[in-house]
């Protein structure tokens, strides 16, 4: 069984290599996916400053990993991909439960390639203006994203194409699973 921790800036392309790892045969689990359902059992609106208020608010009242623990009641058996850590806590708390066979992997990506993707992608938490796109890397800077980034294992930068982005993605992810004994 392989666990891979994908970690990344908002818009990095976080989603493409789960693209991949679902077609490599990977489950998946969204840590983003269990805010937004808490924050809507909660009756937060779906705005980013609700959503990102919401979730620094619990991570205040329930320590800096309630996050992973909230997502890991729902991790798929055999190979899964966990998106969305957003500190270095929540992936300790990952190797902590998981042990053995965890790799996180860090997406890569500009500023500017970041917030055209977002513009494009039309969620309602995405960012407007590129100043708000600035806070909200602030904000989950503040939660310990970064070092998340730098503890990555492995690191993707993904400001060149999508064609060059998959086929690194799926290099990886191969590399990973032959480590494993498995091929894609």
């Not at 205040?60 to 798929?76: S, V, Y």
């Not at 904000?139 to 064609?163: Q, T, V």
Request: hydrophobic share 40%; net charge positive.
């Amino acid at each position: 069984m392989v666990i891979l921790i994908v970690v990344g800036m908002p818009g990095s392309g976080k989603d493409v290599l789960l693209q991949c790892a679902k077609a490599a045969g990977f489950g998946h689990v969204s840590m983003g996916d269990t805010v937004r359902r808490f924050a809507k059992e909660s009756g937060i609106d779906t705005s980013d400053l609700s959503i990102g208020g919401f979730a620094g608010a619990e991570r205040q009242r329930h320590g800096a990993a309630i996050w992973a623990t909230r997502t890991l009641e729902n991790l798929p058996s055999g190979n899964a991909v966990i998106d969305g850590s957003r500190s270095l806590e929540e992936i300790q708390y990952f190797r902590k439960m998981l042990r053995g066979n965890l790799i996180v992997i860090a997406v890569q990506a500009s500023r500017e390639t970041r917030f055209r993707r977002l513009s494009q992608r039309k969620r309602d938490d995405d960012p407007q203006t590129i100043g708000d796109l600035v806070r909200r890397d602030e904000r989950e800077l503040s939660w310990g994203l970064g070092k998340a980034i730098e503890s990555a294992d492995i690191s993707i930068d993904n400001d060149n194409g999508l064609d060059e982005f998959k086929a690194r993605c799926q290099a990886e992810l191969g590399r990973i699973l032959a480590g494993h004994g498995k091929s894609i």
